[in-house]
């Protein structure tokens, strides 16, 4: 495959997400361009007017008297305000309205990801790219957008007077700016480079500081935190270097960019200065309007290459995480039913994490709609892997996973968790009232959200504490049971067909977990699949089917009688575990 055509896939990958930064800011653009214009030709009628002053007092005839140039002055200090009053109202309202549409897109594209994508996927880089990475694409393309502009019309009026005065001084002037052009070439380039290492360093330190706070208790366990401290220090560390190497490049750029101006400038004042004292042509105006033109020619051409190099690196930050993204997004596929009639059929399921390990074995059986069944077996036997399997989790199984007669493969997500509810060990709360957790910030009749109130058992806690209480981050104000209450009661006010629960008691204590279990089982009217880990005799008999697992395929089925009666595998599980 050619440059040329990688490159062409690189701009349609990240085409949607640049086209944010424009959407709906049209007006807002053309009103900051012609505050730019404006501004332009402000800054330049100042290189008119110095010149007419200076030839005035030389004594040449301009054709103005300084009565005429202080009107073209009071003029122009008024257009000059007038365009930075259109300049200060556009460019902030541009660049906030583009960078906030481009974060809303991306958060947006990442719900389209799988129910486990973020088990499998770093979350950090995600987190850094909607924190650090923004910021700097801020700055580095949106922030550069309107300079380029204003750079590029300043070049164009000043090399078109350049022109009007002196095309031979005008031909010099070109020749030294050749020196700044190189100069900025040589170095601008070098920033990619360096913004994509900050960016992966940046990422390093958020996955970093996301582990120690997820897993503070273990490391205080473990008394880990000196060992932690280290590893902590070591990101900071790299961290701190590639910003430092980042500053310094910088600098480095700005240094050359500048020394090479420097020349480039005194070089045209110089020959200037020659040509005016030897009468061909120039006047003493014309030399300084060169040596102030100058500054237009030569800092578009200092300057417009960084800006490049910089938006350069910012679509390296939006490539990054534009081929991130698509990863563990279902594809599309057909609307599923709403309601399942028949139940859910496996046939010849088969599932590996790692080829030549497989977690699952040609599994065969089918869940009816309506009953309630119990997965059980020991650690690594494959019962959550199953649920997941489900639950659309992995694409990469054999087999056939049917809801009704429409294959899983075939089914949208959307459709999908339309039909079914997930209810886990680790339930998630946000930092909002009982209520918004429940109704997860939908509006639903206040009839509805009493009956998932009372049929989830979470009547005491509302009488208790109200519905507007604030459960806190990850609801640190609750316990475990009213944390799974609430999942339970967002799963019926939900009302799918189908819910799932994996292991959702296994942190609780006997009694809740009994309670919380109890309230599953009491539901009516939808399909229940539960891995449990708790052999409760008590709960296990109200069960439709118990499945029970064994090294990746099921290795007994049947009512809880029937499967003691048996005296087999599950016997000897139930009878181990009394």
Not at 253 to 268: D, E, L, R, S, Y
Not at 373 to 396: E, F, H, I, R
Not at 503 to 516: G, H, K, M, R
Request: charge should be neutral; include cysteine; proline fraction near 2%.
């Amino acid at each position: 495959m050619s440059k040329k055509t990688t490159e062409k896939k690189v701009k349609v990958r990240i085409r949607p997400f640049t086209k944010q930064f424009y959407k709906g800011s049209r007006g807002v653009m053309v009103v900051g361009i012609i505050g730019t214009l404006l501004s332009t030709v402000c800054a330049l009628a100042v290189s008119w007017l110095i010149q007419l002053i200076i030839d005035c007092v030389a004594g040449y005839d301009t054709g103005f008297d300084l009565m005429d140039i202080t009107i073209f002055t009071a003029i122009g200090v008024v257009l000059f305000t007038a365009a930075y009053l259109l300049v200060a109202y556009s460019r902030p309202r541009f660049i906030a309205r583009g960078i906030g549409q481009y974060k809303d897109y991306v958060f947006r594209e990442l719900t389209k990801k799988n129910i486990s994508a973020f088990s499998g996927e770093n979350s950090s880089l995600y987190i850094s790219a909607l924190s650090n990475d923004t910021n700097s694409i801020e700055s580095g393309y949106l922030g550069n957008i309107f300079p380029i502009i204003e750079n590029i019309l300043l070049f164009g009026g000043a090399l078109a007077m350049m022109l009007v005065y002196s095309p031979l001084l005008t031909a010099i002037s070109i020749g030294l700016s050749l020196i700044p052009v190189a100069a900025s070439l040589l170095t601008g380039g070098l920033m990619v480079k360096a913004e994509k290492d900050m960016s992966d360093r940046n990422e390093e330190y958020m996955s970093t500081l996301r582990d120690s706070l997820s897993g503070f208790s273990v490391i205080k366990t473990f008394k880990a935190e000196a060992q932690m401290c280290r590893i902590f220090a070591a990101n900071v560390k790299r961290l701190t270097e590639a910003d430092s190497r980042k500053r310094r490049l910088e600098i480095i750029v700005q240094m050359f960019a500048q020394v090479a101006g420097v020349i480039a400038q005194m070089g045209v004042f110089l020959i200037g200065a020659y040509l005016a004292l030897t009468g061909r042509g120039v006047t003493v105006g014309t030399v300084m309007v060169f040596v102030q033109v100058m500054n237009y020619v030569l800092n578009p051409i200092a300057v417009i290459p960084g800006y490049i190099a910089q938006i350069k690196a910012s679509r390296a930050l939006i490539r990054k995480l534009a081929e991130a993204l698509p990863e563990n997004v279902r594809e599309s596929g057909t609307v599923a039913e709403q309601k399942l009639d028949d139940g859910i059929t496996i046939e010849h399921l088969s599932f590996a994490y790692e080829p030549e390990k497989p977690v699952l074995r040609d599994i065969d059986f089918t869940f009816d709609a309506g009953k309630s069944y119990a997965l059980v077996g020991g650690s690594g036997s494959g019962k959550s892997t199953l649920l997941n399997l489900l639950m659309a989790s992995y694409p990469g199984y054999t087999g056939t996973i049917r809801y009704d007669s429409s294959d899983l493969r075939d089914i949208t997500g959307e459709s999908l968790y339309e039909l079914i509810s997930i209810i886990q060990q680790n339930v998630f709360v946000f930092n909002a009232s009982i209520r918004d957790n429940i109704t997860m910030f939908s509006d639903f009749p206040k009839e509805a959200v009493d009956n998932a109130i009372e049929l989830s058992g979470l009547s005491a806690l509302i009488a208790a504490k109200g519905e507007d209480y604030l459960c806190g981050e990850n609801g640190v104000n609750l316990s475990g049971g009213e944390k799974q209450r609430i999942s339970i009661a967002r799963s019926l006010l939900k009302n799918s067909q189908v819910l799932m629960v994996d292991e959702a008691t296994a942190a609780l204590d006997p009694q809740t977990a009994f309670q919380v279990s109890d309230s599953i089982l009491n539901l009516e009217g939808i399909t229940r699949i539960v891995v449990t880990h708790a052999l409760d005799e008590a709960l296990l008999r109200r069960y439709d089917c118990i499945l029970t697992l064994k090294n990746g395929t099921i290795a007994e089925s049947g009512s809880f009688e029937s499967l003691m009666d048996k005296k087999g595998y599950f016997y000897s599980l139930f009878t181990v575990a009394q």
